[in-house]
């Protein structure tokens, strides 16, 4: 089955500062690669997602690479403000007989230091 | 539209109790997955449902846990016997209808505490 690594587990980024979390998989038939941010007891929500035919997304602050060829993709955050400290995941999905399979990654604890 | 339900939000059973979580999809979306979350670790997938059906468990421990999506009402994860190691956040997520690789919306997870 399809395996996610995800780096590093933790970031600690001075504000105003980028983050860049790395995520690498298995299976070349993954076609979609959310991004989903987590604050603390609260739900995972999807912040930004990339699909295969694409190599790089942007949306505002936050912006998604993709290497389809090394299997690896990134989450890039710019300007970095206390707000953004939250466990950050990656994940990778594949269309399985009618029906997406999501893989995700260990996560990412993003500490924002004022 | 009210989201993905989950409920109940936090749950306390004693070991060798039954475990019963519940999750109410976003309306219009038949897909609904559970994942259980560890402290200090990441998502992992446990089953896949659509109405009526058990489309992929292999994530699911083989005994004491069962899951469903009846025709009406929410699905329902179910844990027989809880054990301490059962102690985790459980997530559902739910995605509508269709081939097309999608956003899942999660739930507020159900905080399962075996004391």
């Known amino acids: 089955g399809e395996n996610v690594e995800q780096h590093p587990s933790t970031l600690s980024v001075q504000e105003g500062d980028s983050a860049v979390i790395k995520c690498t998989y298995s299976d070349s038939a993954s076609n979609y690669f959310p991004w989903y941010k987590q604050e603390l007891g609260k739900r995972p929500q999807l912040i930004i997602d990339i699909r295969s035919n694409v190599g790089e997304k942007k949306d505002q602050r936050i912006a998604v690479t993709l290497n389809k060829t090394a299997k690896h993709f990134s989450l890039h955050i710019t300007e970095t403000q206390p707000e953004d400290s939250a466990v950050y995941f990656c994940a990778a999905s594949i269309q399985s007989g009618g029906y997406q399979k999501v893989t995700f990654g260990i996560g990412t604890k993003l500490q924002v230091i004022p | 539209n009210a989201g993905v339900m989950q409920n109940p939000r936090h749950l306390v059973r004693r070991r060798g109790q039954e475990a019963r979580l519940r999750c109410s999809p976003m309306k219009g979306h038949s897909h609904v997955y559970w994942y259980r979350q560890l402290p200090e670790e990441g998502l992992k997938f446990m089953v896949y449902?659509?109405?009526?059906?058990?489309?992929?468990e292999s994530g699911m421990p083989k005994e004491r846990f069962s899951a469903e999506f009846p025709k009406e009402g929410p699905s329902i994860l179910r844990i027989q016997q809880v054990v301490r190691g059962d102690s985790a956040a459980y997530f559902c997520a739910s995605s509508p209808p269709g081939t097309r690789n999608t956003e899942a919306f999660f739930g507020q997870g159900t905080r399962l505490t075996v004391v």
């Open positions: 449902l659509q109405k009526e059906n058990i489309i992929d």
